[in-house]
């Protein structure tokens, strides 16, 4: 494989499509919404079961004797292991997720969201050790662990491991960690490599409630309702995560600020000493 730097038309593909912000049509099967209690519950969809979530969205330690949490997850796996596409709660934005290794399950994401194929989605793992995996990673582990679990989608040299229909225009990756407690539980519980991208049809403004991408829940198989993402008038929380490429040794390359640019790039710079490459934004 090659390890030579992506050209710069390579790299603009990549901005235009990795992480969780798509900017604001799929499988048809029908719809279910797990989410907590809220003082004016979303509509339910005809047939929709409830499950109940933790109070918020509980990005750090949750408990799996917490009621719903682990109902949920195995509805959830069930979900993306039938192939389906599910919606879920990140520490950023909501996302759609569906199995990396299910080819027509990330064909339905694109024809659902109306987005180019060219445009790559991103890879949610569940644990530092497993980008091993999926990764040409060429970066001390310790900047990994500073990194991940966090807002942030960091760009690599992909691995023969991962499903060869996923991204085929592009030899990197960019992988995904989300500081979300039932994220990170859902990629172990899962097993796998999950597909991710933003809740909302292409070119539209990306989602901080189950409410915001309603148009899209008739072709989803379930609906993981974690509550509000910040604050919905801000538009700083709907800038998603901050994406750096690290597939070139000893530089870094910003594809898009994204929320978390200033830490990211002090940790990359001051703590480890890489180089900005040429052009970064």
């Known amino acids: 494989m090659s390890t030579a730097r992506p050209c710069a038309g390579l790299r603009a593909a990549v901005a ?4 969780l912000n798509d900017g604001p049509a799929g499988s048809g099967r029908s719809c279910r919404l797990l989410r907590p209690p809220a003082p004016e519950p979303a509509p339910a969809v005809p047939g929709a079961r409830l499950l109940r979530l933790p109070e918020s969205w509980a990005v750090q330690a949750a408990s799996p004797e917490r009621p719903g949490w682990t109902e949920a997850l195995r509805a959830a796996v069930a979900e993306l292991r039938a192939g ?21 399950a990330l064909g339905c994401v694109y024809r659902l969201k109306g987005r180019s194929e060219a445009k790559p989605l991103a890879v949610c793992l569940g644990r530092v050790a497993d980008v091993y995996r999926y990764c040409q990673v060429r970066v ?4 990994l662990e500073d990194l991940l679990p966090g807002p942030v989608t960091l760009v690599m040299q992909r691995s023969e491991e991962l499903n060869k229909d996923l991204n085929p225009y592009t030899p990197l990756v960019g992988i995904r960690i989300p500081n979300h407690a039932f994220m990170q539980d859902l990629a172990q519980m ?3 490599p999950l597909a991710l991208t933003s809740a909302n049809l292409s070119s539209q403004a990306s989602s901080l ?10 072709h989803l198989s379930l609906i993981i309702d974690g509550g509000p993402i910040g604050d919905s008038q801000s538009t700083e929380c709907r800038l998603g995560s901050t994406v750096v490429d690290l597939s070139e040794p000893g530089k870094f390359a910003i594809i898009r600020p994204g929320c978390a640019l200033e830490t990211t790039t002090a940790i990359l710079q001051q703590k480890y000493g890489l180089l900005p490459s040429h052009g970064s934004c």
Request: glycine share 12%; proline share 7%; hydrophobic share 45%.
């Open 16 to 19: 235009a499509g990795m992480g």
């Open 209 to 218: 409630s189950v409410e915001e991408f309603q148009d899209l829940w008739p």
């Open 190 to 192: 899962f097993g796998g």
């Open 140 to 143: 001390p582990k310790e900047l």
């Open 84 to 104: 389906a596409v599910v919606a879920v709660p990140t520490d950023t934005l909501y996302g759609l997720a569906c199995s990396a290794s299910c080819s027509a």
